[in-house]
DNA sequence: CGTGATATTGAATTGCATCAAGCTAAGTGG
DNA sequence: CCACTTAGCTTGATGCAATTCAATATCACG
């Protein structure tokens, strides 16, 4: 265990998670989780800290029980482009490689489940429901992947922004439902720009000129309000 | 089947099948390969023809035998991303809704085989060894979109085109070997800004550029030849 | 209340896009 | 076999969105 991780007693039973109906493991039927309990340490991370490192041996996978993780790339003059955000019931670091191809790190204070990495190729074998799930999650997956490719290959910034906002902000595609809820966003505007290949200037600036045309109010910085969702989405185009 | 795309009698047989190696279908045992061979469907599709549509609903999935297929997604305003191409032994439109999320389209004349779409978590759940295979081909597909997220939200145009020039022309990592040998690109400039989130302008000029310094050269527009492979391998950074 | 980190705002710069010609190569039909 | 057409490619001139550099402003926390 590297400085600073903490590992909690493992008590706490997998059948009894509240993370788990959204997680991989949910796939897992009732007879399988006291072995899964066993196989699996809880552990937790402050915000900033690295869970796991670009080209360290990848010898665990992790499944977010609580908080938030950003997965991302650098590169050698620090450049750095965010692969995504992982939230409870996303699981990262499965890596096909025998290194970890990102780095992860949290955003804020999380909860984790670690397994080792043989463990997933083990478990697949073992239940067949979960095999189909991780299938159907792959594919989802990819799905997110290419979206992003869209947004970072052919949208502007303003589009990059909104769409973000709606992402993580709107509930899903249900127009209005999510206007005026207020939106929490714990990452810096500097890991906003890194996840949409922009700068944190122009995160800033594109915050303000949207809050200057009443689509969206920002109260503090990692607190916004989506005020148009109507308008958003059309802005942030398809 | 719609105007255009041509069926083959299916008298080859998956055994004798030249992607097989390749393809998902490699992992399949020897005794599952006729009730493979019965299930699929070899189709040919043109240049430039449309494989399957965005949005139209999801009904097969395909297997590359021959040829280079395009996946593109477009946004209603005309701008495109191409989201990657896929060579013999690839499979695409798997989609896990029931709806298309790109389009594809054959860049080469193009052989398939055609599936209907649940036929994969069938053959999965019958053979574990597919299964195996499938998870690892996602891990990798999930570990080329992060590599292609990086180049569009990062990289500089240079980069780009210099990254896709070795991704497709040098063999995997071991410096050397490649140059000098010709690369043949049957896509065209606007296929490969689409695909870099660039103009063909933009890729014209830089392909210029890099042939004025001796890097490369451009001997008609579709056949480059790769010459001071290790400075373009440091120009595409890392 | 002070200090360092984060965010905003402004001004100047630039890399790539856009617009606009020409150029080249591959058909096509007389 | 050669003008004519057309699609794709190259090259140049110009514009602009986003970056870079720089100067505050604000927030979070001891």
């Given at each position: 265990m590297t400085a600073g991780e903490r590992s909690t007693d493992n008590g706490i039973e997998c059948a009894g998670c509240p993370a788990r109906a959204q997680s991989f493991c949910g796939a897992i039927p009732g007879r399988g989780l006291e072995a899964l309990s066993r196989s699996r340490q809880l552990i937790q991370f402050y915000r900033r800290q690295t869970i796991v490192c670009q080209g360290a041996p990848a010898v665990s996978f992790f499944n977010v029980v609580s908080g938030i993780v950003k997965l991302y790339r650098s590169l050698s003059d620090g450049r750095t482009q965010i692969i995504g955000f992982c939230f409870p019931g996303d699981f990262f670091a499965t890596s096909e490689t025998d290194k970890y191809s990102t780095t992860a790190e949290a955003v804020t204070f999380v909860e984790t489940c670690r397994f080792p990495r043989?463990?997933?190729?083990?478990?697949?074998?073992?239940?067949?429901?979960?095999?189909?799930?991780?299938?159907?999650?792959?594919?989802?997956?990819a799905a997110i992947l290419e979206d992003q490719l869209v947004l970072l290959g052919r949208m502007t910034a303003r589009e990059r922004i909104v769409r973000f906002l709606l992402r993580y902000g709107a509930g899903p595609e249900d127009t209005k439902a999510s206007a005026g809820r207020h939106i929490h966003l714990p990452m810096t505007r500097t890991d906003i720009a890194d996840f949409l290949g922009l700068t944190s200037e122009t995160v800033s600036r594109v915050l303000t000129s949207l809050a200057r045309e009443n689509l969206i109010t920002v109260s503090v910085s990692h607190s916004v309000r989506l005020i148009n969702v109507e308008l958003l989405r059309r802005i942030s185009c398809k």
């Open positions: 043989s463990r997933l190729k083990r478990l697949a074998h073992q239940f067949p429901e979960l095999q189909t799930s991780l299938m159907e999650r792959s594919f989802r997956h």
